[in-house]
């Protein structure tokens, strides 16, 4: 199904998704996208849907023909002390607060959201499906948080961070059990559960 360009003709539409609400380490990152009226990227999609290599060319385009982009993230410290929900939507502000273009309408990846600065929104469930803003949002987002967890994996190489990016794998799991939690992780997930196949996020 090809995505939608545009939610309303009338309205400059800021695209928000985030990526790492599911992970049981690593930061929360969010992006926003305002497209540029010629863009016309085909290939772009829900960030889980692409390849490695699609996302990082895809990256490329989406940044040189967007009217402007954000990235935001926060640390697994903020998500412990406000949970992962508002550490989201935090962060979808946060990359918000970037943009000098100011949007006159919010298009949110999923089903919940706080008002930003009286700027109207609408959530859209499996957004990242159905919106070119939101799916371009999601590639940033993606692509910026595996960079990030690909470099701690360097420091901490005994979690697999470097293919798991952080979710809650046989590996990840098995790392957790001999060697602890990292200062990465989030202390207010659940890290000492034993693993089954139906809980691989991947």
Request: overall charge negative; charged content about 25%.
């Amino acid at each position: 199904m090809e995505l939608l360009k545009k939610w309303s003709d009338n309205y400059i539409e800021a695209g928000c998704d985030e990526v790492g609400r599911g992970c049981l380490c690593g930061p929360v990152v969010a992006a926003v996208v305002i497209l540029d009226e010629n863009f016309m990227q085909n290939l772009v999609n829900d960030s889980k849907k692409l390849t490695f290599k699609l996302r990082a060319e895809l990256d490329s385009y989406i940044k040189d023909h967007s009217q402007e982009y954000a990235i935001a993230e926060l640390p697994p410290s903020f998500i412990d002390e406000h949970n992962i929900l508002n550490a989201s939507i935090h962060a979808m502000h946060r990359a918000l607060d970037q943009l000098k273009i100011r949007p006159q309408l919010i298009l949110v990846d999923g089903n919940r959201f706080h008002p930003y600065n009286f700027i109207p929104h609408q959530c859209i469930v499996k957004g990242d499906t159905k919106l070119l803003s939101i799916a371009a949002a999601s590639i940033l987002a993606k692509n910026y948080r595996d960079k990030l967890m690909m470099e701690l994996h360097e420091e901490f190489p005994h979690y697999g961070w470097n293919t798991n990016m952080g979710y809650a794998t046989r590996e990840h799991r098995d790392a957790l059990v001999k060697f602890g939690p990292t200062i990465h992780h989030r202390r207010s997930f659940r890290l000492d559960y034993s693993y089954t196949d139906e809980d691989d996020t991947l």
